[in-house]
């Protein structure tokens, strides 16, 4: 039942082999030549052996060899051993020699081939399968990513495809080998001697029992390390991520019992895999070599018994098929092992595939036209993970070319307004329209392309400035960039470093400081120039001076363009048109600076605590 639950989740991966087919029907069919011309061996050996013992006994060396004895060989064998009648005992061994010679280049030549069609396509398959699985990451949404680990998310997409492409190249080109092997040998040995095949091959059924009861176990195992090297590459990823603060609190004793602790149990369980897995070296060792024995035991008591059929060939024909079974027996164990480390891993990776996103694109999406008109109708949003109630019925119209501050403590909602905007999630209640559209009905690509956000969580890739500042305008030109720069307040010290904008940041941009990585965000979110604006909180990390010259420039730039400021800080410098005041998810407070003064409420209060905190 292990094993069939196991081909249940590989199941998922036959598109792939039905993508590649021609590659492996190809290496199918070279298998069966491979091993057609590798099972000619043993039939000429055993003609050879029978050649040189009768030609010992007789003492005559041109004997006629009798070709009723290889009646139950193949017909290109009995073919050359007719021929080779004519030939003298000298000669036979000779051209014999030859063309075992000759066999063995043309097995190699179609096995070269086989492993050229069959790996080949499972590297194609790697490709392709990591492709869907990044793909399908990028279509998840952002609750997905808040429940997940990233680690895990890596080691699906790395180890785990890995070990299913183990399954898609080698295990099943060494199954397929193995099927084609015994095929043939067990074919040509009844063909020979019923009696010896039976007595060659009655260790098979306890072979049978142990490989099942093996792969039952291993399943079992792989399932458990694969969970357990996800959490090791968790711990590691967060580590490194977070080498600075660990540094800073003196916690790098305590991290690395952590992970040493995760790493034993990892290595705990690996270890018991493997010694599992030991079992089938040993016990394919000692049933080939039971089977070999036995094979030169009843045959050797055959010949001396006189008993019809029975020669010395035949011996050593059945010998060299035990030992041709060798390999591809002993590879049962390794063949089910890899395929059920496989199912482990399909069946992890199947978990995200078959996780459909929360966010979908519509059906049949409605074209709009975005000038900059927003509202929220009634809007509601619940954390699904956490049950939070962000925002509460909450209603807001903005008008094309309007510019807002979002004000409010933390947790009052801020930031949830600027994911629904981006439709990272939807309204749990009401709606949210875009140029009268519901945001649901818009194609996901042109509502985020017509809205530059610079979220509060700065984030840079490991690239170069001009790269970073580029991400979401590609085609931008040197010039373009530079004004970005500049109407963000970050050119100067840009040009301070030595490589200028081929400036590499590192991982996250950690070169910079957060006031240069929010300047950078800031001048990305400028170039890419849209009709929508959001700036998440993105000033905290500059000085008074830096963040007055920001927002004069963005006083220019955000001219004709609707423009959401969410922030703690109140910009006295910033005309805007309207201030909203957040608690608990709902509008406290609206109106112009002057008007929320007059009010002297919420928003009176945090001018004036902001005023007392920049004076001090």
């Known amino acids: 039942m292990t094993i069939f639950a196991g081909m249940t989740h590989l199941a998922s991966l036959n598109k792939y082999f039905w993508k590649y087919k021609w590659r492996l ?102 490709f392709d399968q990591k492709n869907e699985v990044y793909r399908h990451y990028q279509q998840l949404d952002i609750g997905f990513y808040k429940t997940h680990q990233t680690g895990d998310l890596m080691n699906r997409i790395s180890e785990d495809v890995s070990r299913v ?19 043939f040998s067990v074919y040509f040995m009844l063909r020979s001697d019923v009696k010896l095949t039976l007595v060659a091959l009655c260790p098979l059924p306890l072979l049978a029992i142990t490989i099942f009861w093996v792969n039952t176990l291993i399943n079992r195992k792989s399932e458990r390390i694969q969970a357990l090297l996800s959490d090791l590459t968790t711990n590691a990823q967060e580590s490194y991520s977070g080498i600075r603060v660990i540094k800073s609190f003196v916690q790098e004793k305590a991290m690395l019992g952590f992970f040493k602790k995760n790493a034993e149990e990892y290595k705990k369980n690996a270890l018991s895999l493997s010694k599992t897995e030991a079992i089938y070296f040993p016990s394919m060792a000692l049933l080939i070599g039971l089977s070999t024995l036995i094979t030169i035991l009843v045959g050797g008591m055959d010949v001396v018994n006189q008993v019809p ?244 420039h963005l006083n220019q730039y955000l001219t004709e363009k609707t423009a959401i400021i969410i922030t703690h800080r109140i910009f006295s410098l910033f005309k805007f048109d309207r201030i909203i005041v957040m608690q608990e998810g709902k509008i406290a407070e609206s109106g112009t600076h002057e008007s929320l003064m007059l009010q002297q409420g919420l928003y009176y209060e945090m001018f004036k605590l902001q005023q007392e905190m920049d004076e001090n």
């Open 25 to 126: 029907l190809l290496g199918i069919l070279f298998i069966f030549l491979t091993n057609y011309f590798r099972i000619l061996s043993p039939q000429l050996t055993g003609y050879v052996v029978n050649t040189v013992v009768q030609t010992i006994q007789s003492g005559v060396e041109n004997i006629h060899t009798d070709d009723s004895h290889y009646k139950g060989y193949d017909l290109l064998v009995r073919i050359i051993i007719i021929k080779f009648n004519q030939f003298s005992f000298r000669d036979k061994i000779f051209y014999t020699g030859i063309i075992l010679i000759a066999l063995a280049i043309i097995s190699g030549l179609f096995m070269f081939l086989m492993r050229q069609s069959i790996i080949v396509m499972s590297r194609l398959i790697e």
């Open 165 to 183: 492409r183990m399954y898609t190249g080698p295990a099943v080109m060494y199954f397929i080998n193995l099927a084609v092997i015994i095929g």
């Open 309 to 552: 059929g029975a020669n010395v060939g035949k011996i050593a024909e059945f010998v060299m098929y035990i030992q041709m079974l060798t390999f591809p027996v002993s590879a049962i164990g390794w063949t089910a092992s890899m395929t059920q480390r496989a199912s482990a891993s399909q069946k992890r990776i199947n978990e995200f595939l078959l996780t459909a996103p929360v966010i979908q694109e519509p059906l049949n999406p409605v074209e709009v036209d975005f000038k900059g008109n927003i509202e929220f109708k009634n809007t509601g949003f619940v954390y699904a993970h956490t049950g939070i109630k962000a925002i509460n019925d909450f209603s807001l119209k903005l008008s094309k070319g309007e510019k807002i501050a979002i004000v409010g403590k933390t947790g009052s909602g801020k930031t949830t307004l600027a994911q629904l905007l981006l439709r990272m999630y939807d309204p749990t209640e009401g709606e949210l329209l875009f140029e009268g559209v519901p945001s649901d009905k818009i194609s996901l690509q042109q509502l985020r392309s017509s809205i530059s956000y610079v979220p509060q969580d700065v984030f840079l890739f490991s690239e170069s400035i001009r790269n970073n500042i580029s991400f979401g305008n590609n085609d931008a030109s040197e010039e373009e960039i530079q004004i970005a720069a500049k109407n963000a307040g970050i050119y100067d010290e840009i040009m301070s470093f030595e490589n200028g904008f081929n400036t590499i940041v590192g991982e996250r941009g950690v070169t910079l400081s957060g006031g240069q990585k929010q300047r950078i965000s800031i001048a990305r979110a400028i170039l890419k120039n849209p009709q929508i604006v959001i700036f998440d909180d993105c000033l905290s990390a500059v000085d008074s001076k830096t963040e007055n010259l920001i927002i004069n």
